[in-house]
């Protein structure tokens, strides 16, 4: 959704239905790739995290997981060679950001700060393939890039909470970990708080309307509110892992907003 919205920024108006299909259909791609290929060197940590997916239960072979994530990296970064140099380089990026985050010569996730940083900034580099298959790194592009990288400061640290048992175990350093339950909540609070101020003071600079505005706002007070629901049960695994869903819905909002404060 966000590297469509991009593309519909982008275009200005010329709407290329090829390139714009294609470039978003390679941005789920390579996610989901990436998304799997965490999983599958992720099964130890999930299994005391009682996850329920294919990995752990069972459903699939790591053969089968490692030639599935094969084919769809495949894809993502043939589709994106078909459009334009530049989408090209920006999924290589993406590419081997996934590879070095989570393989277990490397395994960035284990390493404290980088986890979020890493995942934040692979979700930035998707956003940002929409306005490079259109050839258009514009002000709003680059503003919507950065929303949705930030966002994911809010994401990230929210499932380290609900899997510290697990993560704790194999020794990850991740922000719960390192910092503790409170200081991270506070750290994830901060997030709607910048995006709200940030939009304030864009206002006039990037020409937002005011329904961007108003709606960018509103999904951030929601955000917030579902961050202060939690915070006397941060030990609660349950309750964490049961409002992801709606954070990922806020995270679409947050997404439509950018589109709506600049069209």
């Known amino acids: 959704i966000a590297t469509l919205i991009t593309v519909i920024l982008g275009s200005e108006g010329n709407f290329n239905p090829y390139v714009s299909i294609g470039i978003v259909t390679a941005s789920y791609w390579l996610g989901l790739a990436a998304y799997v290929y965490n999983d599958l060197t992720d099964f130890e940590v999930d299994k005391i995290n009682k996850t329920n997916r294919p990995s752990v239960t069972g459903k699939v072979t790591k053969n089968q997981l490692i030639i599935t994530v094969c ?6 970064l043939c589709l994106t060679a078909s459009i334009n140099f530049y989408t090209f380089g920006v999924s290589i990026i993406f ?3 996934a590879i070095f985050y989570s393989h277990p010569k490397f395994k960035l996730k284990d390493k404290f700060a980088l986890k979020t940083v890493i995942t934040a ?6 956003s940002l393939l929409g306005g490079m ?4 790194l514009s002000l709003p592009i680059l503003y919507s890039a950065f929303a949705f990288f930030i966002f994911y400061f809010i994401l990230s640290p929210l499932g380290d909470i609900a899997d510290i048992k697990g993560d704790r175990a194999v020794g990850r350093r991740t922000f719960p970990i390192v910092v503790g339950m409170k200081p991270t909540l506070m750290i994830v609070l901060s ?3 910048m995006i709200i101020i940030l939009t304030w003071i864009s206002y006039d600079v990037l020409h937002i309307n005011i329904l961007g505005v108003f709606t960018s706002i509103t999904t951030c007070v929601a955000i917030i509110a579902v ?9 609660d695994v349950d ?3 049961a409002i992801r869903p709606s954070m990922r819905y806020l995270n679409v909002l947050m997404q439509i907003s950018m589109l709506l404060a600049f069209l």
Request: aromatic letters at 2%; charged letters at 10%.
């Open 121 to 126: 900034t692979g979700a930035g580099l998707l």
């Open 191 to 193: 997030v709607p708080i």
């Open 71 to 76: 084919l769809m990296f495949t894809i993502g």
């Open 95 to 97: 590419t081997a950001l």
């Open 227 to 235: 961050i202060l629901k939690i915070s006397n049960r941060l030990h």
């Open 239 to 241: 309750s964490i892992k």
């Open 133 to 136: 298959a259109m050839l258009n």
